[in-house]
């Protein structure tokens, strides 16, 4: 069996009450409710300005929406789980040093076939020596700076959606997940605002994203359900906008780049599913607080 589809049975194979699963229904569609109307300024505003403020702002949306759905529902805190555990030093050193594990294979094998070209950007130091310090300084001062924003995202999607999912027995949650995250960003990637610096087709940017976006959610996934705690994928969130989208795409030129590369690209997709295969292959648990 895939590990994958063996991580979403497992999410969605524990027994829940009844009335549980209605008001995790009921829940799902107050989100989803308030994550549109919430994003639509932003998005909006991110499209037509060309803004990256916007889309920061955006970044909030999710976070936003799973506060009003509980507030709404009169849900409570208590399972946002904004505790780590004891012994995961170990989990947060994989979020944060997968995407840099994850670029550096997909990046690596783009730039030494040729079916991308290693550059170094206008304004700044050329040369190998550079580009590592610049991995370095992104790695550990992007992702601080990133975490603030990953966390209006993290609230949202594994704080919030995933586990609501499993409580409403949605078969294979995770991938359900995986497909609202990529659904939500592609007004930002049809109207150019997201992923498309570099050229290409927007409707194949588009289909490779959601792919994308879906295998890497079960990597988020294992890291939030196996720990009882948001902060790994949070961590993971910031870590990979920063290395992605800050360090190793300026560095990346080429006409077909954009097909191979990025956050759409098929090298990084197919490092992206070793990953999965390999971070997902064993069972995994389906914690809300992580263990005392």
Known sequence: MAPGRREDQQAG????????????RRGIGVFLVALVVLSAPAMIFAVVARNDVGILVLMWAPGLAALVARLMLREGFGDISLRLGRRSGWVLLIALGYPVGIATAAYGVGWAS?????TSPAGTSSGWGAFAGELIVGTVLGTAVGLVFALGEELGWRGYLLTRLIDAGVPRPIMVSGLVWAAWHLPLIIGGSYVTGNGGSMPVIAVLFVVQVTVVSYVFARLRLDTGSIW??????ASWNSVIQSVFDPHTSGSQAWLWLGEQGVLTL????????VLCRRPGRVLRQPPT
Not at 114 to 118: D, E, I, N, V
């Open 114 to 118: 040729g079916l991308a070209h290693f």
């Open 13 to 24: 194979s524990s027994k829940v009450a009844p009335d549980r699963r209605r008001e995790a």
């Open 270 to 277: 197919a490092a992206n599913v070793i990953g999965a295969v």
């Open 232 to 237: 790994p994928a949070v961590l993971l969130h």
